[in-house]
């Protein structure tokens, strides 16, 4: 199963997708929210979590349509779940090389790109745990959109209109963390439910992802 | 190794094939034949359960077939030996160069596999049957895109396999020059619903 994720994170690193193309979309986003809502560094400060959180999402999508369409369209799924290794690994393991090759750069970016909208000293920590937490969480959810929209031709559109509702309380409780954690309340109740679906997400999901997969492959 | 009794299968939610039955044992191959669209792929896609069966049972350890169908499933942006070694990681761990050379492409080891011929990714595709290990091949069209070399290392390389205990299900339309039986897949398909009734009311 270590040799699959050597392969994804390779396959990533040289087909030049995922890897720079979601961190760089994040820093777009956090250049030019400043120059949209002006140089009010007050502002700025109070929006930060928000504006992190929703970018960190949005960078997450871009590479998500692909994560298994790739593998259908050349026949890889189908010797995938004809080997030994289990569709629900198949499936945890893409997650997770999803989430090394997009949540992980955006969450130790995060805090770089936080000076420039003029974060709180004391939320660097609270943006980069919350990130931390939550984005495993993207990676999971949008695992099971991709396995479901695998055999629509044009999925990449139908996709976010799938999964980020599904973002919802990801989105609501990783902000508020961090927004907490930047004003210096207390941020524990938000990580809390934040990390409830996290761990609810990789537990379930990668059944839940399978069987999709295995009805798009009859 | 394989007995598949009155299968019967479906494609799309239509009934293509029923009351297949079929018994392989060790060092036997069966060669799928029929016209396109009669069932072959629909059959072989069954048996490696990528999908299920709408009736009947098939008996086999599902770890023991290696499955190859149309597509290779080649990453074009891995080499040769790269996509071929993570096959045999999955599967068994054995060494790649023997598969590299059953089919003639031990000197493109470290060419980009976006760079091979169509021909060339259907040895590449072959060559990962061959580092699987598994006891029982199952090949849809193997032979397609093949030059007659690669036919010959082909029918080689599965005389050898048959002959160290192996056994084999083919769909093809080639001549492998293999004394296998051949099951007429044709045989097997399913008649219009109004036909079947009329046939059982005169009988």
């Known amino acids: 199963m270590i040799q699959l994720l050597r392969r994804e994170l390779r396959l990533s690193v040289r087909a030049g997708g995922g890897f720079g193309l979601s961190l760089g979309f994040f820093l777009v986003v956090a250049v030019l929210v400043p120059l949209g809502v002006g140089p009010d560094s007050a502002i700025l400060r109070i929006i930060a979590p928000g504006i992190l959180w929703v970018g960190a999402l949005l960078a997450c999508l871009l590479s998500l349509d692909r994560l298994?369409?790739?593998?259908?369209?050349?026949?890889?799924?189908?010797?995938?779940?004809?080997?030994?290794?289990?569709?629900?690994?198949?499936?945890?393991i893409k997650a997770t090389a999803h989430w090394m090759t997009t949540g992980l750069p955006l969450t130790l970016a995060a805090p770089i790109l936080g000076t420039l909208l003029n974060i709180t000293p004391a939320g660097y920590g609270w943006i980069l745990a919350s990130l931390?937490?939550?984005?495993?969480?993207?990676?999971?959810?949008?695992?099971?959109?991709a396995a479901l929209t695998v055999r629509v031709r044009r999925g990449g559109s139908l996709l976010p209109l799938l999964v980020l509702p599904l973002y919802v309380?990801?989105?609501?409780?990783?902000?508020?963390?961090?927004?907490?954690g930047a004003e210096g309340l207390a941020p524990g109740t938000p990580m809390a439910l934040l990390a409830g679906i996290t761990f609810g997400a990789l537990g379930s999901l990668p059944f839940a992802a399978a069987a999709a997969l295995r009805t798009s492959l009859r | 190794m394989l007995r598949v009794s009155d299968l019967a299968c479906a494609r799309g939610g239509f009934p293509v094939l029923e009351g297949v039955r079929f018994e392989i044992g060790p060092g036997e191959?069966?060669?799928?034949?029929?016209?396109?669209?009669?069932?072959?792929t629909t059959l072989l896609r069954t048996i490696v359960g990528l999908q299920p069966q709408t009736a009947g049972a098939i008996a086999v350890d599902p770890d023991s077939i290696a499955y190859c169908?149309?597509?290779?499933?080649?990453?074009?942006?891995?080499?040769?030996?790269?996509?071929?070694?993570?096959?045999?990681?999955?599967?068994s761990m054995r060494p790649i160069d023997q598969a590299l050379?059953?089919?003639?492409?031990?000197?493109?080891?470290?060419?980009?596999?976006?760079?091979?011929?169509?021909?060339?990714?259907?040895?590449?595709?072959?060559?990962?049957?061959?580092?699987?290990?598994?006891?029982?091949?199952?090949?849809?069209?193997?032979?397609?895109?093949?030059?007659?070399?690669?036919?010959?290392?082909?029918?080689?390389?599965?005389?050898?396999?048959?002959?160290?205990?192996?056994?084999?299900?083919?769909?093809?339309?080639?001549?492998?020059?293999?004394?296998?039986?051949?099951?007429?897949?044709?045989?097997?398909?399913?008649?219009?619903?109004?036909?079947?009734?009329?046939?059982?009311?005169?009988?």
């Open chain 2, 29 to 40: 191959a069966i060669l799928l034949r029929g016209p396109n669209g009669c069932g072959k």
């Open chain 1, 169 to 180: 309380p990801t989105l609501v409780f990783g902000a508020e963390c961090a927004r907490r």
């Open chain 1, 132 to 145: 931390a937490i939550g984005t495993p969480a993207l990676s999971m959810i949008g695992a099971f959109g």
């Open chain 1, 68 to 92: 298994f369409q790739i593998d259908y369209e050349d026949g890889s799924l189908d010797l995938l779940a004809t080997s030994p290794i289990p569709l629900e690994s198949v499936v945890m």
């Open chain 2, 69 to 91: 169908g149309h597509l290779n499933g080649i990453k074009p942006m891995l080499t040769v030996a790269e996509n071929l070694e993570f096959w045999a990681a999955v599967y």
């Open chain 2, 101 to 203: 050379e059953a089919f003639g492409i031990s000197g493109l080891r470290d060419r980009l596999a976006r760079n091979l011929s169509a021909g060339q990714c259907r040895r590449l595709g072959l060559a990962r049957i061959l580092v699987t290990g598994c006891p029982i091949w199952a090949l849809d069209e193997p032979t397609v895109s093949l030059d007659a070399d690669g036919i010959e290392l082909f029918t080689r390389t599965m005389r050898g396999h048959l002959e160290s205990g192996g056994s084999a299900i083919v769909a093809t339309h080639s001549d492998l020059n293999t004394d296998a039986r051949e099951l007429d897949v044709a045989g097997f398909r399913v008649r219009a619903k109004a036909g079947t009734t009329f046939d059982r009311a005169f009988r």
